[in-house]
């Protein structure tokens, strides 16, 4: 049995806390007045000034194009700063939502990734299933807390999801859009929280189920637990595979309303897999350096690892598909998104690319490289990063524009809910022992080895 | 200088590994063991020195990338930069991502094709090779152990090889030291 070090649990309240108060932090210096704006931006020096200059020209063009010739200068800037007041406003909220979401993902990566050992029937990972669980452990707070964030859209409370804004499908209002009017049918807010209800429901059952029975499995005089399971995670994946998609243009896509990708919910999941992977390698490391896993050795961190390395290849691949098919392509309608990202987030944008694929290709590539337990905590890390930079480029341009910055709320939100996933994760492996008794694989996993 | 060595066939590859391991132990010198199909672990218990050939790939592949970078930047840039449907030829970086799938594919190529033919040069491999196969049973359900005879009591070895197992055990003399 596992028990919860009390210097871990202070480790993550501590964090908590710092990141609680970063929040805060954030919300309170969000300016609530366009006046508010004009001094943060006074005070931020030339080199901004000269930046948003150019904006309120584009917005003037703009107006004009609508045909307001008569606007005076004063106008297009008062236009200009009610844009940058609702980016700096929905600031905190998107990197409330981006921190909640990265680790949300991470749970509901390692879920996918225990079905899929379950339903291949993999023999070297059933020594690592308790780490699994602990960390899927994270998913119905982690469901709650997005389900939440989602209500608070819905009802208004921020704006961070555009289309949700009534005045937009309204023909009689000056805001009509006509794109997004079209696409109300899905992209409306009951159906919108009837289907994450779902998608939440589903993946929070499984994971009931597929905990409890492997408990059971223990106790058991048969296999009926252990089939029964089997047949759980393959009905699961099934789910998954479609929810999984729908909930990426949901949760994510949508930000950017206007814009569809079909390979985005593949995009979603294979950065949802390399973070889990990366997580369920990390901790073990980290519980076996404490004694605590027995019958875990070099070969399973190996496997683990050569996972993380094919993985951020896969993401890659489907990142650099989405990319360049545009960027072929060209058509206005879907590259702007592309370029608001490379002209507005340039280093965010290439600088994950280099720290999600050259940096785990090279230092994973080497065989002995993958048994070394810092090399893959050391990768690991740079992984986790470059995958939270991910999430930040696929919400953040859509929702605060060039108003951007890893600040006090990003940091902030990041430090909290990395406290409460560690505080939950390693709360929930002290609550069954760390090796599963009667899996039938569990022997040829004890003496797993590549 | 005539050598001398014995072949000893085996017809299980568990005693074979046991059988290896025991010669090495009694420091006999095995020369070659011949299998109709890999033995997991075989080449540790011998004491073979790890492959190189995945390092070759990983140096060959770098190659091809630059065989692939090269012969693009020359031809759609330096050469004729050509307005081909308004891809920006000014530079390399900036029509970078339509030579990606060629970059790939060649850094691939070049890994695959020339880590092959490394294996067959370093492996002596070739058409119309003659094979140097010392017993036809070992293609298909024997397996043969050659062990240097050299200085060692042939009777005393032949003797020990019995012990571990071996079915067959024969001295072979061979002018053509090779």
């Known amino acids: 049995m596992y028990t919860l070090p009390s210097k871990l649990k202070l480790f993550a309240i501590i964090f908590m806390v710092v990141g609680a108060l970063g929040m805060l932090a954030g919300f309170l210096s969000a300016p609530s007045t366009t006046a508010e704006v004009k001094e943060m931006m006074a005070a931020h020096g030339d080199g901004h000034g000269g930046d948003h200059g150019e904006t309120a020209t584009h917005d003037n063009v703009k107006e004009n194009h609508d045909g307001t010739h008569g606007e005076d200068a004063h106008d297009s800037e008062e236009a200009h700063l009610t844009h940058v007041l609702h980016q700096m406003q929905n600031r ?64 208004h409370v921020n704006h961070i999801f555009h289309w949700m804004d009534a005045d937009l499908i309204n023909p009689e209002s000056p805001k009509y859009d006509k794109l997004i009017a079209g696409k109300s049918g899905w992209l409306n807010p009951m159906w919108f929280v009837i289907r994450a209800c779902i998608y939440l429901l589903g993946f929070n059952l499984y994971r009931y189920f597929s905990r409890k029975w492997t408990l059971n499995q223990d106790n058991a005089e048969d296999n009926r637990w252990f089939k029964k399971n089997f047949k759980l995670a393959a009905g699961f994946l099934v789910f998954f595979i479609y ?44 519980l076996k350096s404490q004694g605590y896993l027995e019958y875990v050795n070099d070969s399973h961190i190996h496997d683990l690892a050569k996972f993380m390395f094919a993985f951020s290849i896969f993401w890659t691949y489907l990142w650099f598909s989405q990319f360049m098919l545009i960027w072929y392509a060209n058509i206005p309608e879907e590259v702007t998104y592309f370029v608001t990202r490379i002209e507005d987030y340039n280093l965010p944008f290439f600088g994950m690319v280099a720290m999600n694929f050259i940096f785990p290709v090279l230092l994973l ?43 006090l709320p990003e940091i902030g939100a990041m430090l909290f809910f990395f406290g409460l996933f560690v505080l939950v994760v390693f709360t929930a492996l002290t609550k069954a022992p760390l090796l599963a008794k009667r899996n039938p694989f569990i022997k040829e996993s004890k003496h797993f080895h590549y | ?65 630059s065989v692939a970078i090269t012969m693009m930047n020359f031809i759609m840039i330096e050469d004729w ?31 695959a094709h020339l880590m092959v033919i490394t294996f067959y040069m370093r492996s ?3 058409p119309f090779k003659k094979a140097e196969n010392p017993d036809v049973r070992t293609t298909d359900d024997h397996f043969l152990m050659a062990v240097d005879a050299g200085h060692h009591d042939v009777e005393k070895l032949s003797k020990f090889l ?17």
């Open chain 2, 162 to 178: 019995y012990d571990t197992g071996a079915l067959e055990i024969s001295l072979i003399e061979n002018d053509d030291d090779h």
């Open chain 2, 124 to 126: 002596k491999l070739w």
């Open chain 1, 243 to 286: 929810t999984e998609s729908m909930m990426s243009w949901d949760w994510i896509m949508s930000f950017d309303p206007h814009w569809f990708s079909t390979l985005f919910g593949w995009y979603v999941f294979a950065g949802m897999m390399v973070c889990a992977i990366t997580v369920i390698a990390m901790i073990t490391i980290v």
């Open chain 2, 1 to 65: 200088m005539a050598a001398k060595h014995i072949h000893a066939i085996y017809s299980d590859d568990d005693i074979l590994m046991q059988a290896v391991k025991q010669v090495r132990a009694e420091r006999y010198h095995i020369e070659e063991v011949y299998t109709p199909f890999p033995v997991h672990g075989l080449d540790k218990v011998m004491g073979l020195a790890p492959t190189r050939i995945a390092i070759c790939a990983f140096l060959y592949g770098l190659v091809g990338l």
């Open chain 2, 81 to 111: 930069p050509q307005d081909i449907g308004g891809k920006p030829s000014f530079s390399y970086i900036e029509n970078m991502p339509a030579f990606v799938p060629i970059m790939f594919e060649l850094t691939v190529f070049f890994a």
């Open chain 1, 365 to 407: 590539m080497n065989s002995d490289y993958k048994r070394v337990n810092w090399f893959v905590i050391l990768t690991g890390i740079v992984i986790l990063l470059g995958h939270y930079v991910d999430v930040f480029n696929m919400v953040m341009p859509a929702t605060v524009g060039k108003s951007w910055f890893i600040g």
């Open chain 1, 92 to 155: 905190p909220w998107s990197a409330l939502y981006i921190a909640s979401f990265f680790f949300f993902m991470i749970a509901l990566g390692t879920l996918a990734f225990y079905a899929i050992q379950h339903a291949a029937q993999a023999g070297w990972s059933p020594v690592l299933f308790r780490v699994m669980e602990g960390i899927t452990a994270y998913l119905p707070w982690a469901s709650v807390i997005i389900i939440i964030l989602l209500l608070l859209s819905v009802f």
